[in-house]
C-alpha cells in the first residue's frame, strides 16, 4: 500500500509539472487581483489588443476619460448593496449620485488622478454637502481602450463619433441618437428618475445654430407635456443639444 501510494504521488508530481504554471499557484497567489490579459478579457474587448498592453494596477493606473468605476456609499438611505457604475465623460468629469434615490450628484475631475484620490475627493464633498460620515466604496471597473485616443470603451468607437444630447443640472445622462430614429424630449423626461429638487416645469434645450453659436434657448414646461400628455409642447432633439433641468427655488415659511 505504501509503495502505491509513492508511486501515486510521484505521478502527480510529474504531471503537474507539464501543466501550465499558472494553474499551480500557492494560495496567496492565487488570490491575488485579476489581471487585464488576452485569455481573460470581458467579452466584446479586443483580445488581440489587450495583449498588446501592460498589466494594469487599478489603484495605481492615471485615470482617463472613459474609464470606469463601480460605486457605493455605505450610508446610502436607500440600503442595499448595489453598486453604481460610472465612467469617466470626455471633459475627465466623474459624476457621482448622492444616493440611488435620485439623480443630484457630485462632480470630481478624476482624469489625471489616481483612484485613491478620486475616492478621497469624493468622500470630503459627499461630507461637506450630504452625509455627516461618508464610507466611500470605489474601485475601477475598465478602462478605456488604448488606439482610440481616450475616447472609448475596449471594443466600442468613441463615444465623440455618436450623436448624442446631454442632460445636466437637476437630472444628468448622455443619449445617443440612433441612426434612422427621432429622438424626442419626452422619451429622455420620461426615463428620468424622482428628483423633488428638479424644476421640470422651466426645462431648457440649448442648442447652437449653424454657425457654431448659441440660439436663444427652447423653453419647455415638462410636467404640462408629460403630465398632462400635451404632445404640442414635445422637441426633437438634434445632436449636440444640451437639456437643463434647474433645481427647484423651495421658499421657507
Do not use: W
Amino acid at each position: 500500500m505504501h509503495r502505491f501510494q509513492f508511486h501515486f504521488l510521484a505521478c502527480t508530481l510529474a504531471l503537474a509539472g507539464h501543466l501550465d504554471p499558472g494553474l499551480a499557484q500557492s494560495p496567496d497567489t492565487a488570490a491575488a487581483k485579476p489581471v487585464l490579459t488576452s485569455t481573460n478579457a470581458p467579452a466584446g474587448t479586443n483580445a488581440a489588443a489587450v495583449a498588446d498592453q501592460p498589466v494594469i494596477d487599478p489603484e495605481t493606473r492615471e485615470l482617463k476619460p472613459r474609464d470606469v468605476f463601480r460605486y457605493r456609499v455605505h450610508q446610502d438611505p436607500v440600503g442595499g448593496v448595489d453598486s453604481l457604475r460610472v465612467t469617466i465623460n470626455d471633459a475627465g468629469e466623474a459624476l457621482f449620485n448622492v444616493t440611488r434615490a435620485d439623480s443630484t450628484y457630485v462632480t470630481v475631475k478624476a482624469a489625471g488622478k489616481r483612484v485613491g484620490e478620486v475616492r478621497e475627493l469624493l468622500r470630503k464633498q459627499l461630507e461637506a454637502e450630504y452625509y455627516v460620515t461618508a464610507t466611500v466604496d470605489l474601485s475601477l471597473e475598465s478602462v478605456a481602450a488604448s488606439g482610440l485616443g481616450g475616447g472609448g470603451i475596449a471594443g466600442t468607437s468613441s463615444l465623440a463619433d455618436i450623436p448624442k444630447v446631454i442632460v445636466f443640472d437637476q437630472h444628468q445622462g448622455t443619449y445617443p441618437i440612433l441612426e434612422g430614429r427621432r429622438l424626442m424630449l419626452s422619451d429622455i423626461m420620461i426615463q428620468m428618475p424622482q428628483n423633488p429638487f428638479a424644476n421640470r416645469a422651466k426645462v431648457e434645450i440649448l442648442r447652437l445654430g449653424a454657425d457654431g453659436k448659441p440660439l436663444p434657448p427652447i423653453r419647455v414646461n415638462v410636467d404640462d407635456l408629460i403630465l398632462k400628455n400635451d404632445r404640442s409642447l414635445d422637441v426633437e432633439l438634434k445632436d449636440g443639444d444640451r437639456i437643463r433641468v434647474p433645481k427647484k427655488v423651495i421658499f421657507g415659511l
